[in-house]
């Protein structure tokens, strides 16, 4: 049977078998509402030529651009997969929901929480998703959908070829001889990169978008119930496996690389930590700078990704053109967090800073004035706020506990002034494992025991007499206030909400867009301004 076959075969027959959470679906109603194609992406940058990327080449996504608006200043809630994730779709902020690293659930905080496609869902809408939408562990969420997709061929795989297939098997059981139990926390992922002549359903975003365009036209003959689809890419999440054509749109040596690759003069040492999550791949030095080869394969690998995923979304956009279907669809696309391309000479998410918290995000909705398509907005907003937005312009009730604030309004004036602040919190990348949890004593017996020793010594260097192991690695968090013109980021002992701050960041995007310079201790009455500022606001968002 062939590949496209056994989709078909494979879809139709989750159809027929559906999951036992569809029985608690709200029954047909009569219903013009819009459908929603909710389109999440892993770990992009705003790395796009519609918010002016010298290199990457997203034909598709410029063009939804090109017709919708685009937000030029989304920020995440958290520069990490599962908070950031959480906060999108309960509607609340990580320091509301208590979300704050990669292993902890949003049913085992919050067991009545009603999730964004649980609400649709529960208003007449048929709710399911490829692909990742919420985090691993929270995925299969029963109450959240109508049905569950069934489980990947084993001709989808994470590898193509068979070295690196192998190289990732010996890396495995080598970690797990070395170091037990804890090489299961990220330490045998294999190469960082793939580069392989097969189409794009050999990988799990080509294979979800083939499920996702079968389901389009499936439910585009009923007209009688919309749809909310989510449909999630992986990539450019790590590892930046992508179809050979697409690596071939770019010429490896005109990539330009991180303008500046140093951390910010007088930066918090807390703020930024040793690029762990990449160091867990194959072939990447485990201590020091990686070599400006590797970098400029790895800023290959990542782009390459980006225009991987692009095509995956032109093609489900045309599924709804084919069906009829796109003239009464909202479509969405917003990414979970930023990601570090070697800037602040470090590779990952996980930090406080502009490249990790800034996201793309782009809406296109049928019934948006002409004259406002095509256009961008410089107004702040936040991920949180796509709850809200959603529900009003499907016309459904908004749920009382969203911590966020429709931008439907942006639609009709997007020049209008907005929020004056956009938030973001991480607790001490530095000392804390990729998936922003709390170290482990076994991970400072792995190769990971220097790099936290030279982490260490900058903390104290920094902190002096402010130095405790126990507060740096579980009480520390650092909340990052977004103004129009400044990054403002105050870092605290969360158990003490009333204690002042351990440190202050600020920076001045007007003359220092890369955030380079902490300029906190040289303007006091600036600082003192901004620090009243965020005591207000937290107090409305009930941030610590």
Same mark, same amino acid.
């Given at each position: 049977? #062939? @590949? !496209?076959?056994?989709?078909?075969?494979?879809?139709?027959?989750?159809?027929? &078998? *559906?999951?036992?959470?569809?029985? =608690?679906?709200?029954?047909?109603?009569?219903?013009?509402?819009?459908?929603?194609?909710?389109?999440?992406?892993?770990?992009?940058?705003?790395?796009?030529?519609?918010?002016?990327?010298?290199?990457?080449?997203?034909?598709?996504?410029?063009?939804?651009?090109?017709?919708?608006?685009?937000?030029?200043?989304?920020?995440?809630?958290?520069?990490?997969?599962?908070?950031?994730?959480?906060?999108?779709?309960?509607?609340?902020?990580?320091?509301?929901?208590?979300?704050?690293?990669?292993?902890?659930?949003?049913?085992?905080?919050?067991?009545?929480?009603?999730?964004?496609?649980?609400?649709?869902?529960?208003?007449?809408?048929?709710?399911?998703?490829?692909?990742?939408?919420?985090?691993?562990?929270?995925?299969?969420? #029963? @109450? !959240?959908?109508?049905?569950?997709?069934?489980?990947?061929?084993?001709?989808? &795989? *994470?590898?193509?070829?068979?070295? =690196?297939?192998?190289?990732?098997?010996?890396?495995?059981?080598?970690?797990?001889?070395?170091?037990?139990?804890?090489?299961?926390?990220?330490?045998?992922?294999?190469?960082?990169?793939?580069?392989?002549?097969?189409?794009?359903?050999?990988?799990?975003?080509?294979?979800?978008?083939?499920?996702?365009?079968?389901?389009?036209?499936?439910?585009?003959?009923?007209?009688?119930?919309?749809?909310?689809?989510?449909?999630?890419?992986?990539?450019?999440?790590?590892?930046?496996?992508?179809?050979?054509?697409?690596?071939?749109?770019?010429?490896?040596?005109?990539?330009?690389?991180?303008?500046?690759?140093?951390?910010?003069?007088?930066?918090?040492?807390?703020?930024?930590?040793?690029?762990?999550?990449?160091?867990?791949? #194959?072939?990447?030095?485990?201590?020091?700078?990686?070599?400006?080869?590797?970098?400029?394969?790895?800023?290959?690998?990542?782009?390459?990704?980006?225009?991987?995923?692009?095509?995956?979304?032109?093609?489900?956009?045309?599924?709804?053109?084919?069906?009829?279907?796109?003239?009464?669809?909202?479509?969405?696309?917003?990414?979970?967090?930023?990601?570090?391309?070697?800037?602040?000479?470090?590779?990952?998410?996980?930090?406080?800073?502009?490249?990790?918290?800034?996201?793309?995000?782009?809406?296109?909705?049928?019934?948006?004035?002409?004259?406002?398509?095509?256009?961008?907005?410089?107004?702040?907003?936040?991920?949180?706020?796509?709850?809200?937005?959603?529900?009003?312009?499907?016309?459904?009730?908004?749920?009382?506990?969203?911590?966020?604030?429709?931008?439907?309004?942006?639609?009709?004036?997007?020049?209008?002034?907005?929020?004056?602040?956009?938030?973001?919190?991480?607790?001490?990348?530095?000392?804390?494992?990729?998936?922003?949890?709390?170290?482990?004593?076994?991970?400072?017996?792995?190769?990971?025991?220097?790099?936290?020793?030279?982490?260490?010594?900058?903390?104290?260097?920094?902190?002096?007499?402010?130095?405790?192991?126990?507060?740096?690695?579980?009480?520390?968090?650092?909340?990052?206030?977004?103004?129009?013109?400044?990054?403002?980021?105050?870092?605290?002992?969360?158990?003490?909400?009333?204690?002042?701050?351990?440190?202050?960041?600020?920076?001045?995007?007007?003359?220092?867009?890369?955030?380079?310079?902490?300029?906190?201790?040289?303007?006091?009455?600036?600082?003192?301004?901004?620090?009243?500022?965020?005591?207000?606001?937290?107090?409305?968002?009930?941030?610590?």
């Amino acid at each position: 049977m #062939s @590949l !496209s076959k056994f989709i078909v075969f494979i879809f139709l027959l989750g159809q027929a &078998v *559906g999951c036992s959470s569809a029985q =608690n679906s709200t029954p047909k109603k009569e219903s013009k509402k819009p459908n929603i194609l909710f389109i999440a992406i892993d770990d992009l940058r705003p790395e796009l030529g519609s918010y002016g990327s010298e290199i990457g080449q997203s034909p598709n996504l410029d063009q939804l651009a090109s017709e919708g608006l685009q937000f030029n200043r989304a920020y995440c809630q958290q520069a990490i997969c599962g908070p950031s994730r959480a906060s999108v779709l309960t509607g609340l902020r990580p320091e509301t929901s208590g979300i704050f690293h990669n292993y902890l659930k949003i049913r085992e905080l919050h067991p009545d929480i009603v999730t964004l496609p649980q609400h649709f869902k529960n208003n007449g809408y048929e709710s399911v998703y490829y692909g990742k939408i919420f985090h691993h562990g929270d995925l299969d969420d #029963s @109450l !959240s959908w109508s049905r569950i997709p069934g489980p990947k061929p084993k001709s989808v &795989v *994470g590898f193509a070829l068979s070295e =690196n297939q192998r190289l990732q098997r010996e890396t495995r059981k080598e970690m797990f001889s070395k170091y037990g139990d804890v090489a299961k926390y990220g330490l045998a992922m294999g190469p960082a990169y793939e580069s392989a002549d097969v189409p794009d359903n050999t990988y799990a975003d080509g294979y979800n978008t083939d499920l996702a365009i079968a389901d389009i036209k499936q439910m585009a003959k009923n007209q009688d119930r919309p749809f909310f689809l989510g449909l999630g890419f992986h990539k450019p999440h790590l590892n930046w496996v992508a179809p050979k054509k697409y690596w071939d749109l770019y010429d490896e040596s005109k990539i330009p690389m991180a303008s500046d690759s140093t951390p910010p003069k007088d930066g918090a040492a807390m703020g930024l930590h040793p690029s762990f999550e990449l160091r867990v791949r #194959s072939g990447i030095p485990k201590t020091g700078k990686l070599p400006p080869e590797l970098s400029r394969t790895l800023k290959h690998a990542y782009l390459a990704c980006i225009s991987y995923v692009d095509a995956q979304i032109g093609r489900a956009i045309q599924a709804l053109e084919e069906a009829g279907i796109r003239d009464n669809t909202i479509i969405i696309v917003w990414s979970d967090h930023g990601w570090h391309l070697g800037d602040m000479g470090i590779w990952g998410k996980a930090t406080n800073y502009e490249i990790a918290t800034r996201v793309p995000l782009m809406i296109w909705t049928p019934d948006m004035p002409d004259s406002n398509r095509g256009a961008q907005t410089e107004a702040l907003v936040e991920l949180i706020d796509m709850y809200p937005t959603l529900c009003e312009l499907a016309q459904i009730e908004k749920p009382e506990h969203l911590d966020g604030q429709s931008f439907t309004p942006l639609l009709k004036h997007p020049e209008q002034d907005w929020k004056t602040a956009a938030f973001s919190q991480f607790p001490s990348p530095a000392l804390r494992e990729w998936g922003s949890y709390p170290l482990r004593p076994a991970m400072r017996e792995t190769y990971f025991g220097p790099l936290l020793e030279e982490v260490e010594l900058k903390i104290k260097t920094q902190q002096k007499e402010k130095w405790d192991r126990n507060l740096f690695e579980n009480k520390i968090m650092g909340y990052a206030m977004r103004t129009d013109q400044y990054r403002f980021i105050v870092w605290k002992d969360r158990t003490l909400p009333q204690a002042s701050p351990l440190y202050i960041e600020l920076y001045d995007h007007r003359k220092d867009p890369g955030e380079t310079i902490n300029i906190a201790s040289s303007h006091p009455q600036l600082v003192a301004r901004l620090l009243a500022q965020f005591k207000k606001e937290k107090e409305h968002h009930s941030l610590n």
